[in-house]
């Protein structure tokens, strides 16, 4: 993530870390470009991460990235919130993901609907495409559940990155 958040503010653009006190703590992260918000979870990271964001994308990573990457996904699913979700799928790194993801909606593990939650492109330009143009389609047979009031979608993303 520094290199990327490095990247973004050299073209003096707005970066904002949102990171768990224990990596600063014990100086598992480097220097913040930007804004920082120290949390004390890594939930209250996307907590937070959830009600500041327009849109959640996934570069290529390790089980953290996966981890934070599906339970936005799930949280979409369960009608949590009705944000786009996509994965950077630079040279292929997601292509065994997005497989399984098939493989599991095959299977009938998932929905076709809950599929589409997930938006994959092989381009920033054509994945910040993908994420502007995603309508959200809950699952009547979940979109009963009712959540925190700042579940609602944005009329209109911004796509500035924060880490």
Same mark, same amino acid.
């Given at each position: 993530?520094?290199? %990327?958040?490095a990247a973004v503010?050299?073209?003096?653009?707005?970066?904002l870390?949102?990171?768990?006190s224990?990596? =600063?703590?014990?100086n598992?992260?480097?220097? =913040?470009?930007?804004?920082?918000?120290?949390?004390? =979870?890594?939930?209250?990271?996307?907590?937070?991460?959830m009600?500041?964001?327009?849109?959640?994308?996934?570069?290529?990573?390790?089980?953290? =990235?996966?981890?934070?990457?599906?339970?936005?996904?799930?949280?979409?699913? /369960?009608n949590i +919130?009705?944000?786009?979700?996509? %994965? /950077?799928?630079? !040279?292929g790194f997601? !292509?065994?993901?997005l497989?399984?993801?098939? +493989?599991?909606?095959?299977?009938?593990?998932?929905?076709?609907?809950?599929r589409?939650? /997930?938006?994959s492109?092989?381009?920033?330009?054509?994945?910040v495409d993908k994420?502007?143009?995603?309508?959200?389609?809950?699952?009547?047979?979940?979109?009963? /559940?009712k959540?925190?009031?700042?579940?609602?979608?944005?009329?209109?993303?911004?796509?500035?990155?924060r880490?």
């Amino acid at each position: 993530m520094g290199c %990327v958040s490095a990247a973004v503010a050299q073209y003096q653009r707005q970066v904002l870390g949102i990171i768990p006190s224990a990596f =600063t703590e014990n100086n598992l992260v480097g220097e =913040t470009c930007g804004k920082e918000i120290k949390v004390a =979870t890594m939930q209250e990271r996307l907590l937070i991460m959830m009600e500041l964001l327009d849109a959640f994308i996934a570069l290529p990573g390790g089980f953290g =990235t996966l981890e934070e990457l599906f339970q936005m996904i799930s949280w979409a699913q /369960l009608n949590i +919130h009705s944000k786009p979700i996509g %994965v /950077l799928n630079i !040279n292929g790194f997601f !292509n065994g993901l997005l497989s399984f993801v098939y +493989h599991a909606v095959e299977q009938k593990f998932i929905t076709q609907r809950a599929r589409k939650i /997930l938006i994959s492109a092989t381009t920033a330009d054509e994945l910040v495409d993908k994420l502007q143009a995603f309508q959200f389609e809950p699952d009547p047979a979940l979109s009963q /559940l009712k959540w925190s009031p700042s579940s609602s979608q944005k009329e209109k993303l911004d796509l500035t990155l924060r880490l």
